[in-house]
Every structure is written in structure tokens, then in C-alpha cells.
């Protein structure tokens, strides 16, 4: 059976995004957050712009790779406007003043296979230009990931945990000599999916 090709440049991405729905998590939540996959056009492709969360007690993704967002709070309309928000806090970039391309399906975040009573709600948006990137305290390192050699398996890897014991592994995209596994990986998966289909 042939190999799907996806097709990921920025028009293709669009148009995906705008003929469907994004489902929403089925179950209850605890607590909501939302996270922007921001694109820019790459010489092969967009560019996805990633985070390393900085190294803090206490956080279960503390140096994490993922995409800017985080916790909903009350004065936020709704989870675009968290999305807008808590980007602009971590890495100074105004959303407002590029594309919204659509909504992607909501995740349950877990930590160590536990559900954490926490689902996100990941955007996908186009910058309409360079914009200047000032991560703040809570960011460690920017980094862009290329989107068609994800795509394409060229850059997969596998990070190895030790828990309880054992060995886990986990799939995931080496960017920059960091490896972008665990919820990232899976919100890039259905961006995949959803161009995929």
C-alpha cells in the first residue's frame, strides 16, 4: 500500500483546518490550558517554533520541549485568548497581529501515565513576518523545528526513561539536540493526522 503523502506547506495546513471542527475532550477537566503551534515559512517548508521550559522544582514537564501556553485563567474569553495570551508572556510574540489558522483537537495531559485532570487546547497559527522572540523566565531556549522532515520521519527519535524500574520509551522529533516527545509530539501527530486525511 503506498505512503500517504501529507502535504504541510501553509496553504494546505489552511485549508485543513478551515473544513473541519476540533473535537473537544469528552470527559471532565479540572483545569483547561491552550498552546499555539506558531509556523513560519522555512526554506524547506514552515518552521515550527518550539520552547525549552525552563528547569523548575516541582513541574512535571520542568525542560521540556514544547510549544508556548499554559493554564486558562478567569480573565481569559476563552482558550484562543489563553493561547494569545500566555505567548505573548513567554516568548513576546502578538499573535493577534498574524493568522489564526484553525484549532486542533483537545489532549488530556498526563505525567508519569497518570491523567492530570488537565486538557489542552492547541491553535495553529502563520506569522506574517519574523518577529522578534524575547522568552521570558519560564523559557529556557527557542528553538525551530522543520515540519516536512518531522513529517516525513527524517528527524524521529526516542527517548528512554527510567521508571519504576523499568525502561520507557517514548517517541518523539530530535530539534536542536533536544528531543520534542510526550504531549507535543502528540498535538504534531494530529496536526499530521488532520493534514494526512
Known amino acids: 500500500m503506498p505512503e500517504t503523502v501529507v502535504d504541510v506547506e501553509l496553504d494546505a495546513i489552511r485549508r485543513k483546518l478551515a473544513a473541519r471542527d ?3 475532550h469528552p470527559g ?4 483547561r490550558a491552550a498552546v499555539a503551534a506558531v509556523l513560519r515559512p522555512g526554506s524547506a517548508g514552515p518552521d515550527l517554533l518550539l520552547i525549552r521550559r525552563s528547569e523548575r522544582e516541582g513541574d512535571p514537564w520542568s525542560g521540556h520541549m ?3 501556553g499554559g493554564h486558562s485563567q478567569a480573565s481569559d474569553r476563552d482558550l484562543l485568548a489563553t493561547a494569545l495570551r500566555e505567548t505573548l508572556e513567554e516568548v513576546g510574540v502578538d499573535l493577534r497581529q498574524h493568522e ?3 484549532a486542533l483537537d483537545e489532549h488530556a495531559a498526563h505525567a508519569q501515565g497518570q491523567f492530570t485532570g488537565l486538557v489542552i487546547a492547541p491553535f ?4 506574517r513576518e519574523d518577529p522578534v522572540i524575547s522568552p521570558n523566565h519560564e523559557v529556557a531556549e527557542v528553538l525551530w523545528g522543520p515540519l516536512a ?3 516525513r520521519g527524517e528527524i524521529d527519535a526516542v527517548l528512554e526513561l527510567q521508571r519504576a524500574g523499568q525502561t520507557m520509551r517514548f517517541p518523539g522529533y530530535e530539534v536542536g539536540g533536544q528531543v520534542v516527545w510526550g504531549l507535543t509530539h502528540r498535538v504534531l501527530q494530529s496536526l499530521f493526522g488532520v493534514l494526512g486525511s
Open 22 to 24: 476540533a473535537r473537544k
Open 66 to 68: 514544547a510549544l508556548p
Open 149 to 151: 522532515r518531522m513529517v
Open 124 to 127: 495553529v497559527f502563520a506569522l
Open 28 to 31: 471532565p477537566a479540572e483545569r
Open 100 to 102: 489564526l489558522l484553525g
